[in-house]
């Protein structure tokens, strides 16, 4: 008996592929055996069985028992719970052996994956150089999505050349490299390093953007059917799981319980200023209202408002996503929202969970949120018209005007500005453009440019974020023919003063092919008309969402073309401009765009809608909500 329960005769068995009976014998032996190798035959055998939690605790136990070798242990105890989705274990070893994970790569692998899916990317800056030097292809991946965050970082942008030197056939570094180059407007490099990604979609090779991040893809890609391919970070949707979430019981009470989960719970980010007002009009006779906030804690210390008054917070700031399933089941949600979409810190992944019967995209990404489960994007009919359908997993809820709310109360109204004041020129036709330098395409720019060429008496008032930002774009207008002293640039300002300064210019020129969205809101509502042409995909039409919504669908160009066109002509009939400016003062407190009372009854109508139909035993469909009656009345003060 002895003789067959040993080490040797289970090694045997396990150089055999007799995994079983290798087992069997090394259980017998532990008893006696408890050392190092032993739990690690034993470790071997449970992962070929395919019990990685199993094998990552035998392995965990080898390291406790082996003075030498400890670490190679605990690292593959901490790699098997990773990929067995026990985070939390992980974790704790990674976190035992940290003083190591600068100089390990794998290690650091394994703590960035977590941090990652937790979003506590304040956390990452350590392992993002030896990531990116690894040889190993998922460990530069993941180097790649850490290096998208942060671009204003100069070792991120070193970091993104760098992989992009060393594997110019690797498409995603190619992609990242591009993200860095367009942040910057280095036309000239976007243009050439773009060529070959262009060259393959004419052969109808869609699959190479499947290395392209979905948020970065909409910067230069407007067309609706290529953008469900960019989906590099994310993995196919089970339409089984989807299924088991839509057929889970769920009690219902009189109330309709909505959470919203976002990164952007505090006052003074964009999401906030055109969704706090909502949140605070919610009808709480009808509405639960719970904010699952993940929200990095340096952005709440610059907080100044009384969150309170938005809902119920429930802190999911670090969880894993197996911990934010509880914190979403503790409440009984019967709608999700989720506010962020293909963003930075989004943790739309956890939404592949069953949180709720009902999940919904809306107001954080502007297209289908693709391989994430969620039921209904909440649009309108000119984000979302009938023809884009087909490109979207997601069902339609349209509301009837606008799908952005917009906060008329928490917004500071623009005050009395001049020109002087702001180093403009008295005598000149001015065009603006508030947008993202991102968003400023070298198509963009020589558009600008037959515009300026056109309209002799006009300049251009343009935001720069970096001095290479104003360098880059000087050139190619100066490559245009257009002199610098037409491109009058200023810095970003502080949030007032923004609204404040908008009114000088007179024109707005929008961006395409991601228009300005709570920049378009913002200028309309400084009172600067916005000069848009019609879009392609969600992301460019927003701006005509926003414009009809204050009803002026005219600045609403069919094409180029006519966008230049019109542009030119306003500039040589400027009472045109004085009329619409005049439409802004006069509309603004009557048109739906900034009347957040309505869109809340227009948003409420529509979980009612999404409600009935869940509750009625029916899968999702497209939903539009109807209009209420047009105002009459002003709904704020013009004083």
């Known amino acids: 008996m002895n003789s067959k329960v040993s080490f040797s005769a289970a090694s045997r068995d396990y150089q055999a592929g007799r995994y079983t009976q290798s087992l069997a014998t090394l259980n017998q032996l532990i008893d006696t055996q408890k050392d190092a190798k032993t739990y690690g035959l034993l470790a071997k055998n449970l992962l070929q069985l395919g019990f990685k939690s199993d094998a990552a605790k035998a392995f965990g136990l080898a390291a406790d028992c082996a003075p030498q070798g400890a670490f190679e242990f605990l690292k593959t105890a901490a790699k098997l719970h990773l990929e067995a989705g026990n985070d939390d274990d992980a974790l704790l070893i990674a976190m035992r052996n940290l003083g190591k994970a600068q100089e390990d790569a794998e290690l650091a692998y394994i703590i960035a994956t977590i941090y990652v899916r937790r979003q506590r990317r304040d956390l990452l800056r350590p392992f993002k150089k030896i990531l990116s030097e690894s040889m190993n292809p998922d460990h530069m991946r993941l180097a790649a999505l850490l290096l998208s965050d942060d671009l204003m970082d100069e070792t991120n942008q070193q970091l993104a050349r760098n992989l992009f030197r060393r594997f110019p056939g690797n498409l995603a570094f190619r992609f990242l490299y591009l993200v860095c180059v367009r942040e910057f407007n280095e036309f000239d490099e976007a243009n050439k390093h773009q060529a070959p990604i262009d060259a393959a979609l004419a052969k109808g090779e869609v699959d190479t ?41 769920h009690t219902w009470s009189d109330k309709i319980r909505i959470g919203y989960m976002s990164s952007d719970l505090w006052d003074g980010h964009a999401t906030m200023k055109l969704l706090q007002r909502v949140l605070e009009l919610h009808d709480r006779n009808r509405f639960e209202i719970t904010l699952f906030d993940h929200t990095q804690p340096e952005f709440l210390e610059k907080n100044v408002t009384d969150r309170s008054r938005w809902g119920k917070i429930v802190d999911t700031y670090g969880l894993s996503d197996a911990a934010v399933l509880n914190a ?40 289908s949120t693709v391989n994430i489960d969620l039921d209904y994007v909440i649009g309108d009919h000119s984000v ?10 997601e069902k339609f809820l349209r509301m009837p005007e606008s799908y952005q709310p917009n906060d008329p109360a928490n917004r500071p109204r623009p005050q009395p500005v001049t020109r002087e004041q702001l180093g403009l020129p008295e005598d000149a036709f001015i ?24 309209a002799p008496d006009s300049v251009l008032w343009l935001m720069a974020n970096t001095s290479r930002n104003k360098e880059n774009l000087l050139a190619r207008f100066q490559a245009n023919g257009v002199s610098a002293k037409r491109i009058i640039f200023c810095p970003r300002a502080p949030y007032e003063q ?60 069919d094409d180029l073309q006519a966008y230049e066109d019109l542009a030119v002509e306003l500039a040589l009939n400027p009472q045109r401009v004085a009329g619409y400016k005049a439409h802004l003062r006069e509309k603004r407190y009557i048109a739906p765009l900034f009347d957040a009372e309505r869109f809340c009854h227009h948003l409420e109508r529509a979980y009612e809608l999404m409600a009935e139909r869940a509750k009625q035993g029916l899968g999702p469909d497209h939903i539009d909500v109807p209009a209420l009656p047009p105002r009459t009345e002003p709904f704020g003060s013009n004083s």
């Open 498 to 557: 923004h609204i404040s300064r908008q009114q000088a210019a007179d024109l707005g020129v929008d961006t395409f092919p991601v228009n300005g969205h709570t920049t378009t809101s913002e200028q309309l509502w400084g009172g600067l008309p916005v000069l848009t042409v019609k879009g392609t995909n969600f992301a460019s039409r927003v701006s005509e969402s926003l414009l009809r919504a204050i009803d002026l669908p005219e600045l609403v160009a």
């Open 209 to 249: 953007l499947r290395k392209d991040n979905p948020f970065y893809h909409l910067h230069w890609c407007g067309n609706e059917d290529l953008n469900r391919y960019a989906t590099i970070g994310t993995q196919p949707l089970d339409p089984v799981r989807v299924g088991y979430r839509r057929g889970l019981p």
């Open 431 to 454: 065009f603006a453009s508030f947008n993202g330098n991102r968003k400023i395409t070298s198509q963009v720019v020589d558009s600008w440019c037959r515009i300026l060429k056109r």
């Open 328 to 367: 979403v089941r503790a409440e009984n949600i019967d709608i999700m929202v989720d506010l962020k979409g293909h963003t930075s810190g989004s943790r739309a992944s956890s939404f592949n969970q069953p949180l709720a019967p009902i999940q919904v995209a809306w107001l954080g990404f502007p297209g």
């Open 384 to 393: 979302l018209p009938d023809v884009a359908k087909p490109f979207y997993h």
